[in-house]
């Protein structure tokens, strides 16, 4: 199975920022859409935004929207997610994955990843 590495987590007080970074020795990004999606405790996954492969028109969750950017250097294989204005529900585990296409906002893993990697722990909180 392929993998990923994800990373930035951590603990920040409400209001601060924080940038997620997903990259993969395993494939080339540049060849998909990718998202992020994050798991709240006790929660199901909930989809955060999807990127297309050349970096275009990514879209947002709602809960995120105007506070969150995703971008990608596709020359470094690296997906992030600049984290803004946090609060304390955005506390949950991060995970990126591969989209089945630019307007994909299910929290679903689409091939070729076939599950999620270890996350990356973002915990807001005063």
């Known amino acids: 199975a392929v993998q990923v590495v994800e990373s930035g987590g951590g603990l920040v007080q409400p209001g601060g920022s924080l940038r997620l970074s997903c990259t993969t020795s395993?494939?080339?990004?540049?060849?998909?859409?990718m998202k992020w999606v994050r798991q709240a405790p006790g929660k199901e996954l909930e989809w955060v935004s999807t990127?297309?492969?050349?970096?275009?028109?990514?879209i947002y969750a709602d809960s995120v929207k105007g506070r969150f950017s995703i971008s990608r250097d596709n020359a470094k294989n690296t997906l992030y997610l600049q984290m803004n204005s946090l609060k304390i529900e955005d506390t949950a585990v991060y995970y990126c994955?591969?989209?089945?296409?630019?307007?994909?906002?299910?929290?679903?893993?689409?091939?070729?990843?076939?599950?999620r990697g270890q996350g990356t722990q973002v915990t807001v909180s005063s």
């Open positions: 990127i297309h492969s050349t970096g275009n028109g990514p």
């Open positions: 395993d494939f080339s990004l540049s060849s998909y859409s």
């Open positions: 994955a591969t989209g089945l296409h630019y307007l994909d906002n299910s929290p679903s893993f689409a091939p070729p990843m076939t599950s």
